[in-house]
């Protein structure tokens, strides 16, 4: 049986450092942001769905989708994160559940699935377990600005659009703090590794 282990946390919390880990143990992701990128690229399912509702202001000049741009416009209206969300998470989900399949026929023996709004979009009921990476807001928000370029205010609009990490911490069957240096994350996770038995 193929333990799906979910993987999730704050923005910039440190999930995807945690899925570099995870691969040097060659344990497949799930990765939700890559397939989110990849449903919005020219000529895929979700690209024309966004670009009618946003119109061609999102657009680069090549023709794709600028998603610096688009961030801008839905982490500072509710509604519109709400709409954009509606055309992306059923694909996202899709892709998902897809993969999922490939790996349990495969007889994989664990699978990450690094969704960031894991819980907000109740994904936990697919999971085994969920992985919950956690720090302090203020690293948080340090580690957000400098990763990418942003001023607090564009920081603090992202942050405060997902469910508070406390929140996150309270649901989670694991909580591992990436407080220390990389290093100390990835002797947490191999801990963890061993907790799990796989
Ligand atoms: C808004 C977009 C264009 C911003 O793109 P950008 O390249 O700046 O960010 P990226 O996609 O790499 O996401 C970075 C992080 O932002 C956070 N985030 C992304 N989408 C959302 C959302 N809908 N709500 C809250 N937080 C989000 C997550 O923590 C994610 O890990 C993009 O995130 C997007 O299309 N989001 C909608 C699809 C989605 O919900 N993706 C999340 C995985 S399902
Ligand atoms: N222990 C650490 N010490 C210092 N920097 C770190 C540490 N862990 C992660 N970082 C850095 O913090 C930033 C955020 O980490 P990462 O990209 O892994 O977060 P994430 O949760 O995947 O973000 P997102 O929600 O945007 O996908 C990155 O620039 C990463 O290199």
Do not use: W
């Amino acid at each position: 049986m193929t333990y799906f282990l979910g993987l999730t946390g704050g923005i910039a919390s440190g999930k995807s450092t945690a899925d570099d880990f995870f691969k040097k143990k060659n344990i497949p992701i799930i990765d939700s942001d890559l397939i989110a990128h990849k449903i919005m690229e020219v000529g895929q399912a979700g690209y024309q769905a966004v670009v009618d509702y946003f119109g061609s202001k999102i657009l680069t000049d090549n023709q794709t989708i600028n998603r610096r741009k688009l961030g801008e416009i839905v982490f500072n209206d509710q509604a519109k994160l709400k709409k954009l969300n509606s055309l992306t998470h059923p694909l996202v989900h899709q892709e998902i559940k897809r993969q999922m399949e490939q790996y349990r026929l495969n007889q994989e023996k664990l699978v990450v699935i690094d969704v960031p709004l894991l819980f907000e979009s109740g994904f936990e009921s697919l999971c085994d377990g969920v992985l919950v990476i956690s720090i302090s807001p203020e690293l948080q928000l340090k580690r957000l600005m400098k990763r990418n370029n942003f001023t607090e205010k564009e920081a603090l609009s992202r942050i405060n659009n997902q469910m508070p990490l406390s929140e996150k911490e309270k649901r989670a069957t694991y909580v591992v703090a990436n407080t220390g240096t990389i290093n100390d994350l990835e002797k947490r996770l191999s801990d963890l590794l061993q907790k799990i038995g796989r």
